[in-house]
C-alpha cells in the first residue's frame, strides 16, 4: 500500500486573545474551521501544519493591529447559497460594515435578509471571513456566534465602531 494524503486530516492550532481562546482547523488544503472558545475550555489537540501556523500567525496580527488582510487558503463547508453569503462578507473590508440587507441586495435576493443572517450565522471561519461586520439595518449589533460583547471587541479592533 502507497501512502496516500487523507483529505480528511484535520490540523489544529490556538492562540489566545482578549476575548477568549481562538481554534483554528485545516485540512491539507485550507482552513475550514476557526472558532471562539471561553479562556477554560481546553485547547484542541495541537497538531498544526503550515497552514495553521500561517493562520495563527496573520491572526495575531490582525489582533495586534497589524494586518487588515488576511491571504490565506479557505474551505468552508455549507451549501451554495452559505458560500455565496460567505463569499459576499469577503468585500466587506476592514474597519466597515454592512447591513443584511445590503448583503442580500449584492447577491440579487433583497428579500432573502433573513437567510443571510442565518448563513452568516454559520460561517465556520470567524475573523477571517468577517461576519462580525454583518449589523443590522439600524446599525445595532445584531447576533455573532461568538457573542456579542466579541463582535463589538472586533469592531472596537478595527475601529468600525
Same mark, same amino acid.
Given at each position: 500500500?502507497?501512502?496516500?494524503? &487523507?483529505?480528511?486530516? +484535520?490540523?489544529?492550532? *490556538?492562540?489566545?486573545? !482578549?476575548?477568549?481562546?481562538? &481554534?483554528?482547523?485545516?485540512?491539507?488544503? /485550507?482552513? @475550514?474551521? @476557526?472558532?471562539?472558545?471561553?479562556?477554560?475550555?481546553?485547547?484542541?489537540?495541537?497538531?498544526?501544519?503550515?497552514?495553521?501556523?500561517?493562520?495563527?500567525?496573520? #491572526?495575531?496580527?490582525?489582533?495586534?493591529?497589524?494586518?487588515?488582510?488576511? %491571504? +490565506?487558503? +479557505? %474551505?468552508?463547508?455549507?451549501?451554495?447559497?452559505?458560500?455565496?453569503?460567505?463569499?459576499?462578507?469577503?468585500?466587506?473590508?476592514?474597519?466597515?460594515? /454592512?447591513?443584511? #440587507? %445590503?448583503? =442580500?441586495? =449584492?447577491?440579487?435576493? !433583497?428579500?432573502?435578509?433573513? *437567510? @443571510?443572517? /442565518? *448563513? &452568516?450565522?454559520?460561517? !465556520?471561519?470567524?475573523?477571517?471571513?468577517?461576519?462580525?461586520?454583518?449589523?443590522? /439595518?439600524?446599525?445595532?449589533?445584531?447576533?455573532?456566534?461568538?457573542? #456579542?460583547?466579541?463582535?463589538?471587541?472586533?469592531?472596537? #479592533?478595527?475601529? =468600525?465602531?
Amino acid at each position: 500500500m502507497g501512502s496516500q494524503l &487523507n483529505e480528511t486530516q +484535520l490540523y489544529a492550532s *490556538a492562540i489566545n486573545t !482578549p476575548v477568549g481562546n481562538l &481554534n483554528i482547523y485545516a485540512n491539507q488544503r /485550507a482552513i @475550514v474551521k @476557526v472558532v471562539f472558545e471561553e479562556h477554560d475550555k481546553q485547547k484542541p489537540n495541537i497538531n498544526e501544519n503550515a497552514i495553521t501556523q500561517e493562520a495563527s500567525k496573520q #491572526l495575531l496580527e490582525y489582533i495586534a493591529q497589524t494586518r487588515q488582510q488576511f %491571504d +490565506l487558503p +479557505l %474551505d468552508p463547508e455549507g451549501t451554495q447559497f452559505q458560500q455565496s453569503v460567505w463569499q459576499q462578507l469577503l468585500n466587506v473590508g476592514y474597519g466597515k460594515t /454592512a447591513s443584511y #440587507l %445590503d448583503v =442580500a441586495s =449584492a447577491l440579487n435576493k !433583497p428579500k432573502a435578509c433573513r *437567510a @443571510v443572517g /442565518a *448563513a &452568516n450565522g454559520k460561517n !465556520p471561519i470567524a475573523i477571517i471571513i468577517p461576519c462580525h461586520r454583518i449589523i443590522g /439595518a439600524n446599525g445595532s449589533l445584531t447576533g455573532y456566534a461568538g457573542g #456579542l460583547s466579541r463582535k463589538t471587541f472586533l469592531l472596537s #479592533l478595527e475601529q =468600525a465602531i
